[in-house]
């Protein structure tokens, strides 16, 4: 059984920064590619960044880029989200996801339950 467990959510000031992790497990972490969304209250879901199974590739949102970076360590089967000069718009339960040997992926295989994170202004 496939699990993505995130953490690393809370409140923090704007400006601020925070560092999201997922744990994965029942998956051969190595070959996924591993990403995160996340969806603000009334806000369509949006891809956040995402890491290719080697972590050579990463993409990024324009609202989140020289912000955000994403990043793995296959030997600990998790992925990171570190979120620095966070802004009140990047509010939003963050979600991660992974999709089975897929660069860049359209479509996600498994997603966790998500984290919140609230920015204060």
């Known amino acids: 059984q496939v699990q993505l467990v995130e953490s690393g959510g809370g409140l923090v000031q704007a400006g601020g920064s925070l560092r999201l992790s997922c744990a994965a497990s029942?998956?051969?972490?190595?070959?996924?590619?591993m990403g995160w969304f996340r969806q603000a209250p009334g806000k369509e879901r949006e891809s956040v960044a995402a890491?290719?199974?080697?972590?050579?590739?990463?993409l990024y949102a324009d609202s989140v880029k020289g912000r955000f970076t994403i990043s793995r360590d296959n030997g600990k089967n998790t992925v990171y989200l570190q979120m620095n000069s966070l802004k009140p718009e990047d509010t939003a339960v963050y979600y991660c996801v992974a999709a089975y040997r897929k660069w860049p992926a359209r479509e996600y295989d498994y997603w966790g339950q998500g984290t919140q994170v609230t920015v204060s202004s």
């Open positions: 029942g998956l051969t972490f190595s070959t996924y590619t």
């Open positions: 890491i290719s199974w080697s972590g050579a590739y990463t």
